[in-house]
């Protein structure tokens, strides 16, 4: 059975900046296997989302480790 971990982002895409970021730090997640599995509006922020990201675990591998 394949097991899955899983992290939340948060963006403030508001400015070139913040769009800029989010770009920058998806592509930096999806090189160490990350992927998006939904990217909704997040109510706290008017121009923020939260984006929900998820990658495969390797058994007897703490992948979080390279997250962080």
Do not use: C, Y
Request: glycine share 8%; net charge negative; charged share 30%.
């Amino acid at each position: 059975m394949k097991m899955f971990e899983h992290e939340v982002l948060t963006f403030d895409v508001g400015s070139r900046k913040g769009a800029a970021e989010m770009e920058n730090t998806l592509r930096e997640w999806g090189a160490m296997g990350w992927e998006v599995v939904s990217a909704v509006p997040h109510n706290a922020k008017p121009q923020g989302f939260l984006v929900f990201m998820k990658r495969e675990t390797i058994k007897g591998h703490d992948a979080s480790e390279e997250a962080a």
